[in-house]
T-cell receptor
Framework: GAVVSQHPSWVICKSGTSVKIECRSLDFQATTMFWYRQFPKQSLMLMAT?????????EQGVEKDKFLINHASLTLSTLTVTSAHPEDSSFYIC????????????FGPGTRLTVL | ELKVEQNPLFLSMQEGKNYTIYCNYS?????LYWYRQDPGKSLESLFV?????AVKQEGRLMASLDTKARLSTLHITAAVHDLSATYFCAVGNSGNTPLVFGKGTRLSVIA
């Protein structure tokens, strides 16, 4: 099956710093990538939809200036958490969909962010 | 707005017993997914159900879909400890639209 990777798998940073998370589709081209966030013992919540070559679409309540998303190629999307605070500590999971509407989504292994 | 409800949210099962997890969704959708999540891990895809009446089975798990009732079930047969995990259903349309997840069912299988 299709493989999606994320890097890093975990990161610890100080409050006020920025962290970049990469999501890559390794063996297929992904027109669309999605970023989800999962707090402990909760479900996944969609943060934003990232389309290659265009601006991301953010869900209500997600600050676009804080969570910067770039989808510069068909195999890479990045999420940058700017000026991170402890409340941003979470498990961030990306998923990638292929170039046709019949394709399914494939989830990355997730990135655990801890902000001290 | 699409909403997905799962129940129960917590399930403690004895080994060898059968049980069913239910997933209701509020609006017509093209596909329904079941995922398993182990602590600290991402999602493992279990099933994708695409049509009314679809039934898929893998080992002790069987998933079904009733699009008219907007209901999917995940049936666990003769539970074993290895099945302990959180199970999510998620609903979406085409592959390049986002998924809406249920709250998850935390399953614990005890001896």
């Amino acid at each position: 099956g299709a493989v999606v990777s994320q890097h890093p798998s975990w990161v610890i940073c100080k409050s006020g710093t920025s962290v970049k998370i990469e999501c890559r589709s390794l063996d297929f081209q992904a027109t669309t990538m999605f970023w989800y966030r999962q707090f402990p013992k909760q479900s996944l919540m969609l943060m934003a939809t990232s389309n290659e070559g265009s601006k991301a679409t953010y869900e209500q309540g997600v600050e676009k200036d804080k969570f910067l998303i770039n989808h510069a190629s068909l195999t890479l999307s990045t999420l940058t958490v700017t000026s991170a605070h402890p409340e941003d500590s979470s498990f961030y999971i990306c998923s990638a969909a292929g170039t046709t509407s019949t394709d399914t989504q494939y989830f990355g292994p997730g990135t655990r962010l801890t902000v001290l | 707005e699409l909403k997905v409800e799962q129940n129960p949210l917590f399930l403690s099962m004895q080994e060898g017993k059968n049980y069913t997890i239910y997933c209701n969704y509020s609006t017509t959708s093209d596909r329904l997914y079941w995922y398993r999540q182990d602590p600290g891990k991402s999602l493992e895809s279990l099933f994708v159900l695409l049509s009314n009446g679809a039934v898929k089975q893998e080992g002790r798990l069987m998933a079904s879909l009733d699009t008219k009732a907007r209901l999917s079930t995940l049936h666990i047969t003769a539970a074993v400890h290895d099945l302990s995990a959180t199970y999510f259903c998620a609903v979406g349309n085409s592959g390049n639209t986002p998924l809406v997840f249920g709250k998850g069912t935390r399953l614990s299988v005890i001896a």
